[in-house]
């Protein structure tokens, strides 16, 4: 690779450059129009020098030439402090193959979606609007390093949102399903008989549904609610480059929860909605299982090769770029609660009165431990038994509060598939886990 | 390797009426944690949109070798919808967007810079974020449009916590942004970070009371109800149910609300939409009744309601319906001691119905200058508009917004 040549001549300690090249068609089908929204390929690369113990990078959607080396040492300014973990030479070529094919024209999809959007508006004469969104995104990564890394990944990550608006004389009901995957053509991935049903359970839930009143509860977390707090509320505090200014850092080896609570981030896993998958991260580093929380106690932190070397911690694979416009930071893939050993029976059987939150509508953590998230789907559980749907609840709390209140975690285990924004970027992660009851959990409602 | 007019002409040729929208940026960044990341970025692209008996294709890429064949593809799967229609060319009074050069932006960051080294003596800084742009747009089209403008914008964020012997504050934000760089006012951000070390520099207290009314900040204004109203006041969503805002409802004698994309120092100011058509001002909310959805050429088309030129793309998208700067006036002032500078969460709420619940993480007492532990705020948009009971200090420009601060009751703080 002639720049990574270049920037050693021009005095770079290390260089690496990123080719990605992005097959991109999206397809909107709404209750009156059928659009080709997306269809095109995204192409550039990311150079990258460490200069004088500085960064620079130049991106582009050019050819990389000599100038670019030039002007990616032109911005590696600042205080001369980077220091990396350094790799061994490898080659490798990664093909995630698909389990079905994408081999449909676009027409033919199109056409799918057209039979979804007519079962929607079958589950009931209240729903007066529907968004359908079908997407698939075919990855071509490279990358190249000064240390003789060539690493060549190819893999597809598709999925469909299902959105339906409802109304019912002034109440005004939204509600989505959304999955994604890396297996392959997701509407034969999925089952969309329950798919459809989810939608319509959700719909009247939020039709039918009563506001909760704001308090403390014994909240049962679903697998996709339980995937958005391991994510979220305990995720994000153990990428490093938060984790330095956060609370999980200086507890480190330290007891935050019950033995029986493990959480994990993986590159890959056997699930379909698992879409996190980083075999290789941005940075060309091998992923690995990373064990945050290990029977309770803080155990090591998601690192790039700047803060495994800071922490002298072994690399993690966590570095990632939303493409090759922004720098590589540290991100998660599959993060999840490891299951434990209740039956979801057991575990709502002797909650007298509490809430049963089902399904997301996303969340948010800061660096000091508190969280956020809104709920679409949620119960209130009176005597052991699901009582009544919910409306609009949101959640809200202290991670190492919430942690320490965990009293019993399910068999039942599901992985989620969601796209996480930091600093601007947004990647494919998977979350997930089992059913886990908190006994204190801060439930605020809406004011209606 | 084609041009964007010979791709036009080629596609006219054969019947189609074709826009191609081209985006060509340049940008210097500094990304400053416990290491530097400092990035040189360009990156040009094209989406082509091109119609024929009323069926639409589209197709994006970063060269324009190949795009015609995509967007045939695309044409050939699309349904016939007879308001797929090229917009006609209009009078466009450009403005002038451009203040500087890349290589002028770097040097500016550079001194930009200093005021950051200055903030790190003050509280613990987590990140800086600078960055300085050229961007270069252009739109032409078989019908005849052919307008481009450059424009410029240069931004400064940065995150920080103030330490107390007992306790870390939440990560506390400060951004701004000008087309101009001698519109940053950087001395009002050292201001900030002054008054926000003072007032978490004390033990965060828990509210005990319950608020009957509370003042938001600009910032604060930004982050929740620019993006609830944002949505709301889409065309394509009135059209399809997706607001709770109705046309000619009354909501807030007091409040007037304008979308306005002719402030030429504002970051999202523009001469004309991602269609090539000219940018107007837009009264939404008039003597607090709803007046007016923004609109693109598709919606207004499809509804029979005035086009507000509010169409809104990067090169990989079709145009969209967005709203420039949003402009708020409230006539009566008003004053309270309770501030909520900082919310969280609001991605979460469900902005078909308008309805929120967020964590209001920066919050303070003004007259006692004691910081309160996170606050729920939870309600509805049309509580928000409703409630507004007057305005606190002058306008400002955050992101998109241009509003003073507002003090708003009726809401749900706890």
């Known amino acids: 690779m002639n720049v990574l040549k270049k920037a050693e001549e021009l005095g770079a300690t290390f260089a690496d450059i990123r080719f990605l090249r992005i097959r991109d068609l999206v397809l909107t089908v709404t209750e009156d129009r059928e659009i080709v929204s997306t269809n095109g390929i995204d192409e550039g690369f990311s150079l990258r020098v460490l200069y004088q113990g500085n960064w620079g990078y130049k991106s582009s959607t050019g050819e990389p030439s000599e100038e670019d080396v030039k002007d990616a040492i032109n911005v590696s300014y600042g205080d001369e402090k980077v220091n990396i973990v350094y790799m061994p030479p490898k080659k490798d070529k990664v093909e995630v193959k698909p389990k079905y094919d994408f081999n449909k024209s676009i027409k033919e999809k199109l056409d799918d979606l057209r039979k979804i959007k007519e079962s929607v508006f079958s589950l009931s004469d209240r729903i007066k609007s529907v968004n359908i969104r079908y997407y698939e995104t075919h990855y071509h990564k490279e990358y190249f390093s000064t240390e003789e890394r060539e690493i060549q990944q190819d893999f597809v990550i598709s999925g469909f949102s299902i959105v339906a608006v409802a109304r019912e004389n002034d109440v005004i009901a939204s509600a989505y399903v959304s999955k994604s995957t890396y297996q392959g053509y997701p509407l034969e991935v999925f089952n969309m008989s329950e798919v459809l049903e989810t939608l319509k359970r959700r719909i009247d839930g939020q039709l039918k549904g009563k506001t909760v009143k704001a308090g403390i509860y014994t909240a049962i977390l679903a697998p996709e609610v339980v995937g958005v707090f391991a994510h979220e509320a305990v995720g994000h505090l153990a990428e490093a480059d938060l984790a330095i200014n956060g609370i999980l850092y200086e507890k480190r080896g330290q007891k935050i929860a019950p033995e029986f609570v493990n959480i994990v981030d993986s590159p890959s896993l056997d699930y379909k909605s698992a879409i996190g998958l980083t075999l290789y991260d941005d940075e060309g580093i091998e992923g690995r299982d990373a064990y945050i929380i290990k029977n309770g106690v803080v155990n090591e932190l998601l690192t790039d090769r700047f803060y495994s070397a800071y922490l002298g911690q072994k690399p993690t694979g966590n570095a990632r770029a939303e493409d090759f416009r922004y720098p590589v930071i540290i991100r998660m893939r599959n993060t999840y609660f490891m299951p434990s050993d209740y039956s979801y029976e057991e575990i709502i059987r002797d909650v007298k009165e509490g809430v049963l939150l089902v399904s997301p509508r996303g969340g948010q953590t800061s660096p000091d431990g508190t969280f956020q998230f809104g709920i679409q789907e949620a119960y209130l559980i009176e005597n052991g038994e699901i009582s009544a749907p919910l409306r609009n609840v949101g959640i809200s709390g202290y991670t190492l509060e919430t942690l320490g209140q965990i009293k019993a975690i399910s068999k039942e285990f599901d992985i989620s598939p969601g796209y996480c924004g930091k600093d601007g970027q947004s990647v494919p992660v998977g979350v997930g886990g089992p059913y886990v009851k908190v006994e204190k959990m801060k439930v605020g409602g809406v004011v209606e | ?414």
Not at chain 2, 95 to 101: A, I
Not at chain 2, 174 to 195: F, G, H, N, Q, T
């Open chain 2, 1 to 414: 390797m084609s041009d964007i007019y010979t791709v036009i002409q080629r596609a006219k040729d054969l019947g189609y009426s074709a826009e191609i929208f081209m985006a060509e940026l340049e940008e210097v960044q500094v990304k400053r944690e416990k290491q530097y990341q400092n990035m040189h970025i360009f990156e040009r692209g094209f989406g082509l949109r091109i119609i024929k008996d009323g069926k639409l294709g589209f197709a994006y890429g970063n060269k324009l070798d190949n795009l015609l064949d995509l967007a045939i593809d695309s044409l050939k799967a699309s349904k016939e919808d007879k308001f797929n229609i090229l917009p006609s060319p209009e009078k466009v009074n450009k403005m002038n967007l451009k203040f500087f050069d890349i290589s002028e932006g770097e040097e500016r960051i550079k001194e930009l810079m200093n005021y950051g080294n200055e903030i790190r003596e003050i509280v613990n800084v987590i990140s800086e974020y600078y960055s300085a742009l050229n961007l270069k747009v252009k739109v032409v089209s078989t019908e005849g449009i052919d307008v481009e403008e450059d424009r410029s914008l240069i931004s400064f964020s940065i995150a920080y916590n103030v330490k107390s012997d007992t306790e870390v504050s939440p990560e506390i934000y400060e951004y701004i942004a000008s087309r101009d760089p001698k519109m940053l006012d950087m001395e009002k951000i050292e201001d900030k970070v002054m008054l926000m070390r003072k007032i978490y520099g004390r033990k965060r207290e828990k509210l005990e009371k319950k608020l009957t009314s509370v003042k938001f900040t600009t910032k604060a204004l930004a982050e929740l109800l620019v993006p609830l109203f944002s949505s709301s006041i889409s065309l394509e969503n009135y059209y399809r149910g997706k607001t709770p805002l109705k046309e000619g409802e009354t909501i807030n004698p007091s409040l007037e609300i304008i979308d306005n994309p002719l402030m030429s120092n504002a970051p999202y100011s523009r001469s004309f939409d991602t269609e090539g058509l000219p940018s107007k001002l837009n009264v939404l909310i008039k003597e607090g009744k709803v007046v007016k959805f923004l609109s693109n050429t598709y919606w207004s088309l499809k509804t029979g309601k005035e086009n507000t030129h509010s169409s809104s793309r990067n090169y990989s998208t079709l145009p969209i319906i967005s709203p420039s700067i949003l402009e708020v006036n409230v006539k009566e002032k008003s004053e309270n001691e309770i501030v909520i500078d900082q919310v969280q969460g609001v991605h979460t709420s469900n902005f078909d119905t308008g309805e929120f619940s967020v964590v209001a993480s920066i919050t303070w007492n003004e007259k006692e200058e004691k910081a309160y532990r996170e606050l729920t705020v939870s309600g509805n948009l049309k509580d928000l508009l409703r409630g507004i009971e007057g305005k606190s200090g002058e306008k400002e420009i955050y992101g998109n917004l241009y509003s003073p601060s507002l003090v708003i009751k009726g809401i749900n703080v706890s």
